[in-house]
């Protein structure tokens, strides 16, 4: 039957019927006892998923202090318009008390440089860019934010939906971020006690009416999950949505 499709349809066709998905690593970095590294699975060069994989022995052996990882994007594979993202390890949290005091990771998908992030004070001189009010349609939905920016951050906004806000605990999250009124990074916060649990949840990301870029994949919702096969907690970004089409991959 396939052949007969194909005899009838356009090679495009039976090429796009039976391609498959590949996988893109980025390199491997250190982390704790073990290792965390990007990837981005593509089918016919549109993106399935990107995400950060956190060996198992990732989640010990590490440091009292914070820390900032910069995890390299696979060389043969891009989702536009993330161009590079980060770990942050925040073993006593960070605030607001009581809500977000918890060991956990934070995983930055950056819209704009590491040069230009790394400018990012949200001090004196900056600081009115830092805390520049977007525009409405770049923002969510009862999402609100923070009093202050971080240096080589932005201004983070928090979602006032979350289990944290409403009589719960802080497991994992979802965060906007900003800077001189654009949306400059997306940012799934996951504590590593839930990362040990080995749950699996697919959460939906609410989106705003309006992204930074044309042309652009967004996701619509972030799965956190334990791949028992590879020994890899993995938090990924997937169903993406064209910017320009509406469309959901």
């Known amino acids: 039957m396939k052949y007969f499709i194909c005899a009838m349809m356009s090679l495009n066709f039976c090429l796009n019927v039976n ?6 690593w980025g390199e491997k970095v250190f982390v704790g006892n073990g290792y965390a590294r990007t990837y981005i699975e593509l089918k016919n060069k549109i993106p399935q998923s990107m995400g950060i994989a956190l060996s198992a022995s990732a989640t010990s052996g590490l440091n009292h202090g914070m820390k900032e990882y910069l995890l390299p994007l696979p060389k043969s594979a891009k989702v536009h318009p993330i161009k590079h993202i980060t770990l942050d390890w925040n073993p006593h949290g960070h605030e607001p008390g009581g809500v977000y005091d918890r060991p956990h ?22 600081a009115p860019f830092c805390l520049e009010m977007p525009d409405e349609d770049s923002l969510v939905i009862d999402y609100a934010p923070t009093p202050e920016g971080v240096p080589k951050m932005g201004w983070h906004w928090v979602d006032l939906l979350a289990p944290e806000f409403n009589g719960g605990i802080f497991t994992r999250t979802f965060l906007y971020g900003y800077y001189a009124g654009n949306l400059i990074f997306i940012e799934p916060m996951v504590t590593v006690d839930y990362l040990l649990s080995k749950k699996t949840s697919r959460n939906p990301i609410r989106l705003p009416k309006q992204f930074p870029y044309q042309q652009g994949h967004y996701p619509t919702n972030y799965t956190i999950f334990y791949d028992e096969t590879n020994d890899l907690h993995k938090i990924e970004l997937r169903a993406f949505r064209d910017q320009d089409l509406g469309a959901i991959r």
């Open 19 to 24: 391609a498959s998905s590949i996988t893109h």
């Open 105 to 126: 990771f934070d995983f930055h998908f950056y819209f704009i440089s590491n040069k230009l992030r790394q400018s990012i004070t949200c001090q004196d001189d900056d």
